[in-house]
């Protein structure tokens, strides 16, 4: 445990909500880093689930 506060949802909470797929596959690859860094163990490797977007309050950020 992280010693975090359960999340709320409800009007004027802050609020950050990360939007998943959990049966899309990404394929890892050195050049989407936005690290200086390109060592991962999971370079060229498939994995299962892709961030889709996140809200933050009035913002969004959305993955193509």
Do not use: C, Y
Not at 1 to 8: C, I, K, S, T
């Amino acid at each position: 445990h992280f010693n975090l506060p359960d999340a709320v949802i409800e009007p004027g909470s802050p609020a950050i909500i990360t939007i998943f797929n959990p049966e899309e596959d990404v394929a890892i690859q050195a050049k989407t880093f936005q690290s200086k860094s390109a060592n991962s163990p999971f370079i060229g490797k498939t994995l299962k689930g892709k961030v889709l977007g996140l809200i933050r309050e009035n913002m969004s950020w959305f993955n193509s």
